[in-house]
């Protein structure tokens, strides 16, 4: 039943990393001082949004197709 391959578990691990990316962007622009500025942490916070839902979605439909 192993359908993790090492690319779908890229895929999640990347998810994971840009879904804590932005949580963290959160926790800074809610703190009102951020370390990296506002814009840079705006920019982190846009990008890591659409970044983690296009890697979980990928890595599903890697696993998906080596379904035996």
């Known amino acids: 039943m192993g359908i993790l391959t090492p690319k779908s578990g890229l895929l999640l691990l990347g998810s994971c990393i840009t ?3 932005g949580v963290g962007s959160i ?4 703190s ?15 990008l890591s949004i ?4 296009l890697f979980f979605i990928a ?7 080596n379904i035996k």
């Not at 890595?59 to 197709?65: G, H």
Request: charged fraction near 20%; avoid cysteine; hydrophobic fraction near 50%.
């Open 19 to 21: 879904a804590i990316a």
């Open 27 to 30: 926790f800074e622009l809610s």
């Open 32 to 46: 009102g001082k951020p370390d990296y500025g506002v814009q840079v942490t705006s920019i982190i916070l846009g």
């Open 50 to 53: 659409p970044l983690t839902a």
């Open 59 to 65: 890595a599903v439909k890697d696993a998906r197709a």
